[in-house]
């Protein structure tokens, strides 16, 4: 079975830093590991989900301006697992972050989310 599992949220006061990892387990990201497309999103309370960054197969990243300076994603192929580094956190950066794979030739999988919370 496919599984997608987040970790690394939590309780940080205003800038602080957190690593968020994204564990995917399942033959499937076997198949093709360079055809994987990993994302990371957000949502706050009572706001939609959001895109945060992008990794693609090739390894190239793409970052959202509003967390762009504090925030790097990357990733471990040998472990299948993707990160999302953030640094300088803000109140606003409060959300629910989830993962999200994706294969051109496959369905998309998403993890259950890891609560990060900014506060003094």
């Known amino acids: 079975q496919v599984q997608l599992v987040e970790s690394g949220g939590g309780l940080v006061q205003p800038g602080g830093s957190l690593r968020l990892s994204c564990a995917a387990s399942?033959?499937?990201?076997?198949?093709?590991?360079?055809?994987?497309?990993w994302y990371w999103y957000r949502q706050a309370p009572g706001k939609e989900r959001e895109l945060v960054a992008t990794?693609?197969?090739?390894?190239?990243?793409n970052d959202a301006d509003s967390v762009k300076g504090g925030l790097a994603i990357s990733r471990d192929n040998a472990k299948n697992t993707v990160y999302l580094q953030m640094n300088s956190l803000k109140p606003e950066d409060t959300a629910v972050y989830s993962c999200?794979?994706?294969?051109?030739?496959?369905?998309?999988?998403w993890g259950q989310g890891t609560q990060v919370t900014v506060s003094a």
């Open positions: 999200y794979a994706h294969h051109p030739r496959f369905s998309g999988y």
């Open positions: 990794i693609t197969g090739g390894g190239s990243t």
């Open positions: 399942g033959s499937i990201f076997s198949i093709n590991p360079m055809g994987w497309y």
